[in-house]
Structures are given as C-alpha cells and as structure tokens.
C-alpha cells in the first residue's frame, strides 16, 4: 500500500504562515469573526519590586517586575516570552536613583488552525520602553532598542521588522476632575459619575505591523479611565487608525472594563475584569431589544450591560492574587492571570490591534 509523503510541522506551519499573509490581499472586505476565547492565554506576574525593598522601604535597585506570557490571538498566532519592569526609583533632591523601563522579549509563533499542533516561530516582539518618573511611557523605545516587531523569511514572505512608536502616559496616582460617562442602549440613556479618575493617555501610539502583514500598523490616541474608587476601566475617545484594503480605516472604541471581586478574596485573591468593550457602536446596527428590558435597572447595570447586537469584545480576565504589605498597604506580590476574552462581528486587525495595546499597558493595568 502507498504512504503519503511525510510533511513536517514546519513546512505545513511556513505554508501556512505565507497564506495567512496573503489572504487580505485578494480580501474585498475583512472577514468578521464570532470567536470564544479570541485572545485567550496565561500571564503569570512576579512583583520583584514589592518584595525587595531597600532600608527605606523602595524597591531595590535591579528587582524588577517580570510578566510571562503565553498568549493565543485569534486562534491562530502565539505570542510567548517574557515582559521586565525596572520602576523609577526616586533619588535625593528630585533625582532619579534608577530610571523605569519596560522589557520586551515575546516569541510569535504561527499555529495551523486545522491542526494546532503544527506550530513555528516566525518572529520576535523585542525592545526597551523608557518610564519616566511622571509616568510617560516613551513607546519608541531606546534608541540602541527600539521597541519592534521583527519577523523572519517564511516561505515566499519577506522578512520585516516595523517599530513601536508615539507615547502612553500611565496612570498617575493624581486623581482628576468627576468625568461623566454616557451609554446610549436601546434608546435609553444611562450615566455613571465617576468623581476619582485617573485616565491612562494614548498620544499617537503606534502599533507595530505584524506578526503576518495583513495585521497593519495602527496608531492609536484617546484614554482609559481607571476609578479609585471602584477599580473598573472607562473608554475615553479610544480611536484606533490603520489602512485596510488600501483605505484608511479608523475604529472608535467605546464601552467599560468592570473589576469584579470574590467575596473571599482576602482568603484566596480571586477577583476579575469583565470586558464589555464595543467597536464603532454609533454606527452599527441599534440593538434590537425594547428599552423596558432595562426599565428595571439601575442606571450603572445598564451601563454595563453587555450588548452583542454590535461588534464587541467581551469575556473576562481572571487574577489569583498573592497578597503582600508595602507601606502599610496590601497589594499582591504575584498574580496568576487568565484570559478568556470573545469576540463578537470583529475583524481579525481589531483584535489583534487591541490585543498589542493592551500588551502595551501591561504596567499600568496590572497595578493595585
């Protein structure tokens, strides 16, 4: 009897990898996907900071924060390393005794969709983000290592590198004004006040192309709100631009992200974000259900309130916390992190553009 020729992993994952980039290219119009677990994974934190202090009470010099991540965006693509965090450190006078900064160093990885066991690494998510003492993420990286996607020849697709760029201004711990949030569903408009806000800025942040080129480069501008008060996350003008089919294309994301404790957390440091995150809403259809379906909420569960007549990402980001004490204060000292977020009439560009911002904040929206 005749044996099909052995095809290996690598070959079906390169054959793979030089379709994938090359889809779009023939594409009228992007496919939209209805996906459980679109940007699904594990990131375990190891708070070095908190737990090497010197004698007064700051971080040691050199312990550093470390995110490992083994991350799956839409099924198809692997992203797998490890992220560092050097905090600032104040010196004597204003000065700084050591300058933040932000390490990159994520395998990406192709994965066959018919079969997830072929796997290839393709490319390299690398470079070093300055922190300023103010918080301002300087995204472009440090000019000997700036902050790129590099990916490798596969098949008949060119190697490229593309880099990171523009600015995100951390939360930073200086509460603003009350902001006014507003949430139009099913011709009900609903608000939440939210008087101790802290927004965490985008400035013309520029997402790297990749890893296959029909995931373009993207700039983003706008801010996500955090509240002191009750943890969650508020969408603030968050405008994603990138070229799509030889068009620019511009997303307006709006929409929550709500922390939800476990009534024994002080035991076992569980509690969750909940995303209800919506993509250009005002133009999407209405949702269909009658306004008297929230004629019995209160105006903050009808905020809240997830809706998947319009394109979204929703799901939820799970912490077990270990807890420590810094300054007189509990906050966890390591965290095991779970995602397992959905997406709703999405493209495969939207979640792979929020999934890179989201990369990108890894500092600030993991701290307590």
Known sequence: MKTLPFVSASFAAAALWASVATTSLHAQEPEK?????????????????????????????????????????AQTTEFKGTIQRLPSVAGFLGTEAQKGQLNYSVDLSVLNPANITQKKTVGKW???????????????????????????????????????????????????SAVTYIRKMAGKEVKVEVK???????????LAMGPAQNYPRATV????????????????????????????????????????????????????YEFNLRWNEGS??????????????SDEEAFFA??????SLTGTVSYEDTMTTVADKKVPSASKVKYALSANQLTKAQVMNFFKLWLICVGPTNDE
Do not use: C, H
């Open 284 to 297: 999407a259809k209405p949702a269909t259900t009658e306004a008297d379906a929230f004629a019995k909420m």
């Open 126 to 176: 690398v470079g070093t983000v300055p922190i300023a003492a103010n918080g301002e993420y300087r995204v472009e990286g440090m000019p000997d290592s700036p902050l790129r996607i590099a990916v490798d020849a596969i098949g008949k697709t060119q190697a490229f590198t593309d880099k990171f760029g523009g600015k995100l201004f951390g939360k930073s711990k200086k509460p603003a």
């Open 306 to 311: 997830v809706d998947n007549t319009v394109p």
């Open 221 to 272: 501008n706008g801010n996500l709100d955090y509240d002191y008060e009750t943890g969650n996350y508020y969408t603030n003008g968050i405008r994603f631009n990138y070229q799509s089919n030889g068009k620019e294309t511009q997303d307006v994301v709006t929409g929550s992200i709500k922390w939800v404790e476990d009534p024994n957390r002080e035991s076992n440091g569980k509690g969750q």
């Open 33 to 73: 996907i209805n996906q459980p677990n679109a940007i699904s994974g594990t990131m375990d934190i190891d708070f070095r900071s908190r737990k090497s202090l010197d004698d007064k009470g700051r971080p040691a010099k050199g312990a550093a924060d470390q995110y490992t991540v083994a991350m799956n965006v």
């Open 196 to 206: 101790n806000t802290d927004p965490m800025r985008f400035e013309a942040l520029a």
